[in-house]
């Protein structure tokens, strides 16, 4: 494991910036998670660590060393990729062994043998070791995939939406699994997705990424309760924050044009209250309800106690809580 | 439920389409078969029942027109042939009953082997220069990429006999002419345009996060190629070779003009197999029934991998 240092790196194809001046350090042991919406330059950065793309500038450094120059093979990075990436013509297991069997390493057999085992038992995949890699469900794919990098110790794992194309019950697990097996092996993760949940509940640091910048950075609670801009601000939250106009609310501080009240920002209340809005609809999930409002022509969605008994047509009240503001162009403004 | 019952797939054909069908694929498999049959039979037949007419259906099988193929014979009197000894084998047998003595083994043999050098290795030359250079396209950013694959493909758009000439004069200049090696190369320059397009569209189809997976895994960009790409175009390849093979083993053109003994393959010997007062039909017969097994022997060897799907499906697209 190593620490790992992108400095100032831009990268465009063709006409299209991928990626623009960004900076980033990954600490030995940390699991950073990039997050932003599809084509925000996230795979990019990712294949420029791992040596797929090199930088137009900038420089990458992996464990103190710069390895900007460097083939994939001599970066020691893993990759797990988001299309599986199975070799179709190989067992289980030989696509496991596959990095250690590489010639550059030269790994004893029963060295191999023990390694995979180990990796296919932590993954429960050890009754599929003899399957062809094509007999598989999506599920245990993705967990093959994810064994073929963990087999190896790299200086980081870079790891692709690796859990996008399970289905939510098994991503839900495999977040807590992989949470844990990187505890367990102390490993280095520089982590791309574009779920929210993900990055929250795995990341010890998450940098909001758009349009090929790098936005902010910071620890999940941090990102979530103070991002510097809209934009962070409306990547992180279930359901998203509200951005309403200012002059809404009596109140706001000089130069903010915009309230961004999160869920818990809001207070309902059936009479008192700063602004008075209409109950358009009700979404009940079960263990909360969807709550969505008219609020002077503008669409506030925000949670409610099932208990409420609110129906649509109801007038309620709302009360802000210490809501964010931001200027003319998104910036934060303080409160 | 008779909704149910009544109800016909719309992917499986009814019996009657799928009798139909099959009947069609019979009838087709018989026309195209009939020539093939009558060349068998033709070889087991003796000179008189193979040019009677109307034409024998049922005879006497007889081996004289394979021994007529391996055998040089002479014409000897009676009396002389009663001087020697026991027959040494059927051939000689056979020889014999037409006054005629076995003087040595004919040019099949080594025209045979000829052939075999000659199309398996142009074969294993052409796809492997093909694979190389399919790759390269497929994978790099090759200056004038489409210029060079359509020139490539141009080399194959007019008849290559028109080119026969200036090929004999150069190859009588540099002392290619009549040598294996010099066939060799020319059907490896007629095959590689068409093995670089074939292997193009098998590899294209080959994602390329396979290699980058096997490079960033530790292997070279070779040894991904090697291990990762190589397996997965086995399809791809093996369709290519009998391609390549069926040219270069059938090919008569450029073997008559440029190979007259020491390199001469099968197909301009086969029509020039004389016999006594014309042509030795059974002789030609068993001559191209021979020469049709390695072809059929290498695409039953391949049939596995030509209807083997390419990838299956374990990069999510």
Known sequence: ?335 | MSIANTAHSVVEPSPNTRRLAGSLVVLYAVVTMIPLVWIVLTSFKSPDDAISYPPKIVFTPSLEGFCNLFTTRSRQTPEFIRTLGPPQGLCDDIARSRNMVVAGPSNYVPRFVNSLIIAFGSTVLAVALGTLSAYGFSRFRVPLKDDLLFFILSTRMMPPIAVAIPIYLMYRTIGLSDTRLGMILLYTSVNVSLAVWLLKGFIDEIPREYEEAAMIDGYTRFQAFVKVVLPQATTGIAATAIFCLIFAWNEYAFAVLLTSGNAQTAPPFIPIIIGEGGQDWPAVAAATTLFLVPIVVFTVLLRKHLLRGITFGAVRK
């Open chain 1, 1 to 335: 494991m190593a620490e790992v240092e992108i400095r100032a790196v831009s990268k465009a194809f063709k006409k299209t910036q991928a990626v623009s001046d960004l900076s980033l350090t990954v600490g030995d042991g940390e699991f950073v998670a990039l997050l932003g919406p599809t084509g925000a330059g996230k795979t990019t950065t990712l294949r420029l660590i791992a040596g797929l793309e090199m930088p137009d500038c900038g420089s990458i450094r992996i464990g103190g060393r710069d390895v900007t120059g460097d083939a994939p093979a001599d970066r020691d990075i893993a990759f797990v990729f988001q299309q599986y990436s199975l070799y179709p013509h190989l067992s289980v297991f030989e696509n496991m062994a596959f990095a250690l069997r590489a010639p550059i390493r030269r790994v004893p057999e029963a060295e191999i043998r023990a390694k995979v085992r180990e990796v296919a038992r932590l993954l429960h995949i050890e009754t599929k070791l003899e399957n062809k890699a094509t007999q598989l469900s999506g599920g245990q794919m993705q967990r093959v995939a994810i064994g073929r990098a963990l087999v190896r110790s790299p200086a980081i794992y870079l790891m692709d939406e690796p859990l996008s194309s399970l289905d939510a019950k098994l991503r839900g697990e495999m977040r807590l699994e992989l949470k844990r097996i990187q505890t367990d092996l102390g490993a280095t993760i520089l982590y791309v997705t574009h779920d929210q949940t993900e990055a929250m509940t795995m990341a010890s640091r998450i940098g909001v990424i758009e349009g090929g910048r790098l936005l902010q950075i910071g620890t999940p609670r941090e990102i979530y309760e103070n991002p510097i801009n809209a934009h962070v601000a409306a990547r992180l939250g279930q359901p998203a924050i509200n951005l309403l106009p200012a002059v809404l609310f009596a109140g706001a501080p000089v130069g903010a044009r915009t309230v961004g009240a999160r869920t818990e920002h809001l207070t309902i209340a059936r009479g008192g209250g700063d602004v008075q809005a209409t109950v358009k609809r009700i979404e009940h999930l079960g263990d909360q309800s969807h709550l969505h409002l008219d609020l002077g022509g503008q669409s506030v969605v925000t949670l409610s106690d099932p208990e409420a008994r609110l129906g649509a047509g109801d007038i309620v009240s709302l009360r802000l809580n210490k809501p964010l503001f931001f200027d003319a162009d998104g910036g934060r403004v303080a409160a």
